[in-house]
């Protein structure tokens, strides 16, 4: 995959924080960190999504709708 260089303003206690996981050894320079950092924190904004629309669903009817379709389909499952 491609990479494209980017320069951004961070805050000196957020930096320090960063070197620190990088003499750590926990990421293997400050690119690498902050990649990581900003591909989770979109992971979490996909997922917080993903939260927002499910809450718009109508339980009670989304329900309905799942057990209708189960009770259709039970008489064509095979016996075990």
């Known amino acids: 995959m491609s990479t494209t260089k980017v320069?951004?303003?961070?805050?000196?206690n957020l930096l320090q924080k960063l070197d620190s996981l990088v003499s750590a050894r926990i990421f293997p320079n400050r690119s690498k960190a902050i990649q990581k950092a900003v591909e989770e924190k979109l992971s979490r904004m996909n997922h917080s999504r993903l939260a927002r629309e499910c809450s718009?669903?109508?339980?009670g009817f989304e329900q309905s709708l799942a057990e209708e379709g189960i009770s259709e389909e039970a008489g064509q499952w095979p016996e075990y």
Not at 56 to 59: A, R, V, Y
């Open 7 to 12: 320069a951004f303003t961070i805050e000196e």
């Open 56 to 59: 718009k669903l109508i339980t």
